[in-house]
């Protein structure tokens, strides 16, 4: 059971002043245990029965809740369910990554109900704010009245955009040097009137996972995305971990096979990081030299046979890598599983879980525990629903710091 879905930890106040509080208890608790009755909501929040109703009232009211039909056939007067109202409040995610943008509106329920998505070789900046600016239009159009009741914007990106530069290099790389003196947070809030909340992009796809996925059932866990760059969240106890620095969680700066290497000076025999071994873009970079689509990765025909001299090798150098991290991590924190998810076509996500469950076999967990392995429940657009999340739950629950205080690129 999920520490963060105790019943203590939902508990209220019925002191004068904690309206907003209160308010905030009653919804997650509904949010976590499906529609119930106000009978149960005083029990589960140890509220009054007089103050749950008062709130139930005031939701009723605000369109936030719903009745369900009465439940008939127990001992006393019939019990009337009370849900979250899927339409009671909308937020936009908005996800720069570094192939696609992604605008994501998610309901009251943190389910998605519109999406667009623009695909690019590199995030050209006034390309890319040209195409935020048209997306949420867009969205606004399709929403149509329902748009009034958008709380925010939720933005998710790579912190320091700029530094893949380097890495990239060729003509992306003087469009991406740009971002280094670009406040991707400010120019977005220009395009709108919602308030917008930063979020580092692997974080937000975390906070999906513990929200939407996993995290229902699973308490601390590693996770990983794997996507162009691979990166990664950690929860521990049913909440976000992010550090002092933001480092928590940072796998894809995690050195594969260090102990190799005799040698402590940076040099050509300094060993990988996980970035460089595990990420989508080795794969893309061996199909683009044979002459083939790079955006294969992300689809399903990538498993064909015709791609597995390109397909093999990455999946065996990137389950290796990944075991590591693994068993690395399991020996600094006490992990209950380590979920893996990403932006690759669902195949070849697939067959990268295998061989890394295969690869586990090859290390020794005596002396600590061994996390199981589980696939994400999110998916590909982790990232921009857990920007979307973001406002959400800022707004209308009591883990209102679920994403910590992040700087923005």
Not at 169 to 176: D, H, R, V, Y
Not at 245 to 253: D, L, T
Request: proline content about 5%; aromatic content about 6%; some cysteine.
């Amino acid at each position: 059971m999920n520490s963060a879905l105790s019943p203590t930890s939902m508990r209220g106040s019925n002191h004068v002043g904690m309206r907003q509080f209160n308010e905030r208890i009653v919804l997650q608790a509904i949010r976590h245990h499906g529609a119930i009755p106000k009978a149960d909501l005083a029990r589960l929040t140890q509220l009054s029965t007089q103050t749950v109703g008062i709130i139930v009232g005031r939701l009723l009211d605000d369109g936030l809740l719903v009745k369900q039909a009465r439940v008939r056939g127990k001992i006393g007067q019939p019990s009337v369910p009370l849900s979250l109202n899927p339409q009671g409040a909308f937020s936009v995610g908005i996800q720069v990554g570094r192939r696609n943008l992604e605008l994501l509106v998610a309901d009251f329920c943190g389910q998605p109900v519109e999406r667009l998505e623009v695909l690019y070789d590199y995030p050209n900046p006034d390309v890319l704010f040209q195409s935020i600016a048209h997306g949420l239009q867009t969205l606004q159009e399709r929403m149509g009245d329902l748009w009034t009741r958008t709380v925010g914007v939720g933005l998710t990106a790579p912190l320091s955009l700029h530094k893949w530069a380097d890495l990239i290099g060729g003509e992306a790389a003087q469009a991406l040097a740009r971002w280094e003196t670009i406040d991707l947070s400010a120019e977005v809030q220009r395009l709108t009137d919602l308030p917008v909340v930063f979020s580092k992009d692997t974080t937000a796809a975390c906070v999906a996972e513990l929200l939407q996925g996993q995290g229902r059932v699973v308490s601390s866990f590693l996770y990983v995305f794997v996507g162009t760059f691979i990166g990664g969240g950690l929860v521990l106890s049913g909440h976000i971990m992010n550090g002092e620095r933001g480092n928590a969680g940072a796998i894809g700066s995690l050195p594969v096979g260090l102990a190799q290497f005799p040698s402590r000076s940076v040099g050509p025999d300094t060993p990988l990081q996980l970035l460089q071994t595990a990420s989508g873009w080795q794969l893309e970079q061996a199909l683009i030299a044979a002459g083939h689509n790079p955006l294969l990765i992300h689809q399903d025909g990538i498993m064909d046979a015709a791609y597995d001299a390109f397909t093999g090798p990455w999946i065996t150098n990137a389950s290796q890598a990944l075991a590591m991290t693994v068993a690395s991590s399991s020996a600094l924190l006490d992990l209950d599983a380590v979920v893996m998810d990403g932006s690759l076509g669902a195949p070849l996500m697939t067959a990268l879980m295998s061989a890394t469950q295969a690869a586990l076999s090859g290390y020794r967990f005596d002396g600590m525990h061994q996390p199981l392995l589980l696939t994400g429940q999110v998916g590909a657009h982790a990232r921009a629903l857990g920007g979307a999340l973001l406002p959400l739950h800022s707004q209308f629950f009591p883990d209102k710091d679920i994403f910590l205080k992040q700087d923005a690129v």
